[in-house]
């Protein structure tokens, strides 16, 4: 399933670390996923989710927690997109 999560802001939660807090535009995101920052290359890995439903869907606000050597590679108006299959 494709994911397209467009970013709106990052930031830091103490004692939590850094969060993409965006729209959920197109399918689903959990914990333990890897997203391609669309068009550079990089990739973040979602350590979390913060929202406040159980399951995010489609066209909900997200808040994703991310590894924090990957938190460097995602600003506010990126897009993260699934990976591109091999």
Request: glycine share 12%.
């Amino acid at each position: 399933m494709t994911v397209r999560v467009l970013v709106e802001r990052t930031f830091q939660i103490t004692g939590r670390g850094p969060v993409v807090a965006g729209l959920l535009v197109e399918g689903e995101v959990s914990a333990g996923d890897s997203l391609a920052v669309e068009g550079t290359g990089a990739t973040v890995r979602v350590r979390g989710l913060e929202m406040h439903v159980r399951q995010p869907e489609e066209g909900r606000r997200v808040g994703l927690l991310v590894h924090p050597e990957d938190a460097p590679n995602v600003t506010a108006g990126s897009t993260l997109v699934s990976p591109p299959t091999a």
